[in-house]
């Protein structure tokens, strides 16, 4: 069965540090992978998404980068982070844009 | 893009009570969930429903394309039902357009 991995579970960052936060997806090939953020009592938004190795589409310009360096990884990163940065982000993965699974997500507070 | 509200935005209910939430969409889409969110952050997928009907155990959901709307029924809810409950979309391509979600309260 497929399962999806995010981690940490929690952050917390001085404002100007880097970030990395990493996805794996296990038992599934050439999945579409994405990247959310979801402000406090807000809904969820889309932050970058990519279809393949390498390939890698912004929806927000910001701060924050992706990167899919191999199949079933994806990585969202900062070189400097912003308070504005604080929120809960959420990697996702589906199939050929169907049933949609995400990972348990990152609480990332800047301070 | 595609604009997807849902409603009503907050709900309370009495353990055992049903109920219907509502998501409305400005133009057709190829994809529809439903995604519950517990109070610890997690996203569970309900539905992939398109269109037409289904059920999974107390819960149950419809999309009628034609129309642009779907809904979900919460039958003898529980407490354990509270929380998030997101309805999300896609029209041309693979990005989600999400609700602002309807908040449920079960009270015991």
């Known amino acids: 069965s497929q399962t999806i991995h995010q981690w940490p579970a929690t952050l917390v960052q001085p404002v100007g540090s880097p970030l990395s936060l990493e996805c794996t997806v296990e038992g599934t090939s050439n999945p579409n992978l994405y990247w959310y953020r979801q402000a406090a009592g807000r809904g969820l938004q889309l932050l970058f998404y990519?279809?393949?190795?390498?390939?890698i589409s912004s929806e927000v310009p910001q701060n924050l980068s992706a990167s899919r360096p191999q199949d079933r990884q994806f990585i969202l990163s900062s070189k400097k982070l912003l308070l504005s940065d604080s929120g809960f982000y959420l990697c996702?993965?589906?199939?050929?844009?169907?049933?949609?699974?995400f990972g348990q997500g990152t609480r990332l507070t800047v301070v | 893009g595609i604009q997807v509200e849902q409603s009503p935005p907050d709900l309370i209910l009495q353990e055992g009570a049903n109920s219907t939430l509502r998501c409305n969409f400005s133009d057709s889409v190829n994809n529809l969930q439903w995604f519950h969110q517990n109070p610890w952050g997690q996203l569970i997928n309900l539905f992939y429903i398109p269109s037409g009907t289904k059920q999974n155990g107390r819960l149950s959901a419809t999309t009628v394309a034609t129309e642009r709307y779907s809904l979900l029924y919460i039958s003898s809810s529980q407490t354990t039902d509270s929380g998030v409950y997101f309805c999300a979309v896609t029209s041309n391509d693979y990005k989600l357009s999400f609700g602002a979600g309807t908040t449920v309260t079960v009270r015991a």
């Open positions: 996702a993965w589906d199939q050929q844009g169907v049933k949609t699974f």
């Open positions: 990519s279809v393949g190795i390498g390939q």
